[in-house]
């Protein structure tokens, strides 16, 4: 459940996600979470490091094996979200309104 806990911190599925194609400096990260603070973001690379998911090198941070591995289960997460998403833009049974929590 920590993981879960870690992954639904604001910030931190797009971080992995923007980490994706190659190691990224602290400002290029900022600039690809577009809004990100700077306390916000060294908070979340610091928890994901400390999850052994992001490491930091030379070339800046980047995804290590375990980092790799988990981004690989975005893809089917993405495809259900995706058909979520299509459901919700389809009016509702009856002219229901749908509500979130």
Known sequence: M?????LGRR????LIWELREGPLSFREAQARC???SSSVLNDRLAELRA???VEAGRAG?????GGRELL???G???AWAERWAERERQP?????TRHFP
């Open 11 to 14: 910030w931190a599925l797009r």
């Open 51 to 53: 999850a052994e998911i």
């Open 2 to 6: 920590a993981l879960l806990d870690l």
């Open 72 to 74: 690989e289960l975005y």
């Open 34 to 36: 577009g809004g990100v």
């Open 61 to 65: 941070y980047r995804l290590t094996d």
């Open 92 to 96: 509702p049974p009856g002219g229901e």
């Open 76 to 78: 089917p997460l993405n």
